[in-house]
């Protein structure tokens, strides 16, 4: 009995260091700008709900809407970045829902 509650301890103990180990943590997003494709979003009205939104985020530096493309572009304010989880949440506030977000460096 004793040998197995020392198993279990050391593999518990294992776990723990092994998922605090930084090849389990989120990588930091290195990326000035965001690219969001929303599903739905057709006229300007629908472009308008969504540019409020974006508007309220205090790390927003300025957004350009595609209702052709149905994209976002979202630019960061200096030293700034907003998460996928944060984005997608921006979007639904709006009404509308998240097909995808990708990230790039380009300049704003």
């Not at 006229?43 to 350009?64: E, I, P």
Request: proline share 2%.
């Amino acid at each position: 009995m004793k040998r197995n509650n020392t198993f279990i301890a050391l593999l518990a103990l294992g776990w723990t260091v092994l998922l605090s180990q930084p090849v389990f943590a989120k990588k930091p997003i290195n990326s000035n700008r965001a690219v969001i494709t929303v599903k739905g979003m057709v006229c300007d009205f629908c472009a308008q709900g969504v540019g409020k939104k974006l508007n309220k985020d205090s790390r927003v530096k300025s957004y350009t809407i595609d209702l052709e493309k149905k994209t976002v572009i979202v630019s960061f304010k200096k030293d700034q970045t907003i998460s996928k989880n944060d984005l997608t949440k921006i979007i639904k506030q709006s009404g509308y829902n998240v097909r995808s977000i990708t990230y790039d460096k380009k300049n704003n």
